[in-house]
């Protein structure tokens, strides 16, 4: 059965894949059983591809509430989204970006609400960045966008009937944990917040970040994978340390493949336009 177009991301993501899709599409095995994505971002490669079968994760929480809603609360999500869209304006921005600093508050707000302004403040924060401080508050500025895309109807619609008429497992944890089922004639597909010697790329989606160990980590996990005969692809900058810790002399399974990207998201601006990104296989 052909995909559904109208299956594509509802959120903007820093590192986001849509325009690379194509590209890491041709790098996918030809066939797997149970697809896993443990860093799933806004989607672009899993939305794409539409399996039938799929564990997906992240460890933002709000992140992954929001699938939940998208999934099982369409309806209700659509009706405060359109709120959101008649109010918006800097002062109903910062309003509902406050709402994390009381605990308590946030904690009274429904799953659907909590949902509705994770995607209204992606909307409509500056450049579409989803950054949270040490706390784990969001932080961006307002966007001043003239027409922000706050109620996609079609696209949240879409994306729930795909989630709620396939076996979509929705996981919030570390990467680790959620392929640990993962077994041979699977697929993992990890896109991780990319490797930043010089602090360009943007990686404070959630408190504590993404560092050199933690890249280390995943390629151990990978490795792991690879014994068990389980299929990957990493997705990482071009970076002298990327290309050295996936070489042939630490696995004779590991490929490179090195691609053109353009980011036009990303917390300074010399990290944005045209970069260079890896494309790893262990087979």
């Not at 109620?151 to 392929?179: G, H, Q």
């Not at 890249?215 to 792991?224: M, S």
Request: hydrophobic fraction near 35%; charged fraction near 25%.
């Amino acid at each position: 059965m052909a995909s559904n177009k109208l299956v594509k991301p509802f959120l903007k993501w820093a590192g986001g894949k849509r325009q690379l899709a194509d590209v890491i599409l041709t790098q996918f095995p030809k066939s797997f059983n149970t697809y896993y994505e443990p860093f799933v971002g806004a989607g672009a490669i899993l939305f794409e591809r539409q399996p039938k079968t799929a564990i997906i994760g992240d460890q933002n929480e709000q992140l992954c509430l929001t699938y939940e809603v998208v999934r099982d609360n369409v309806d209700e999500l659509l009706e405060i989204l359109r709120e959101h869209a008649e109010k918006n304006n800097s002062e109903h921005f910062y309003q509902v970006r406050e709402l994390d600093r009381d605990s308590n508050s946030f904690k009274a707000m429904s799953k659907v609400e909590k949902a509705a302004r994770m995607i209204y403040l992606n909307k409509t924060c500056y450049n579409g960045l989803y950054r949270v401080n040490s706390q784990g508050l969001f932080n961006t500025p307002y966007g001043k966008y003239k027409n922000p895309s706050i109620c996609e109807a079609p696209v949240l619609r879409a994306v729930s009937f795909y989630l709620s008429n396939n076996n979509v497992n929705i996981i919030c944890d570390d990467f680790e944990n959620t392929v640990k089922t993962a077994k041979s004639g699977d697929f993992v597909y990890f896109d991780p917040p990319y490797d930043s010697p010089n602090c360009t790329n943007f990686t404070g989606y959630q408190a504590g970040g993404f560092n050199q160990n933690e890249q280390i980590r995943l390629r151990d996990t990978v490795l792991k994978l690879t014994e068990r005969n389980v299929k990957c692809l990493i997705s990482n900058s071009a970076t002298e340390f990327i290309k050295e810790i996936y070489s042939p002399e630490i696995s004779d399974a590991f490929s490179i493949k090195i691609v053109d990207a353009t980011r036009m998201i990303n917390s300074n601006s010399e990290g944005r336009g045209k970069v260079q990104e890896v494309l790893i296989r262990n087979w």
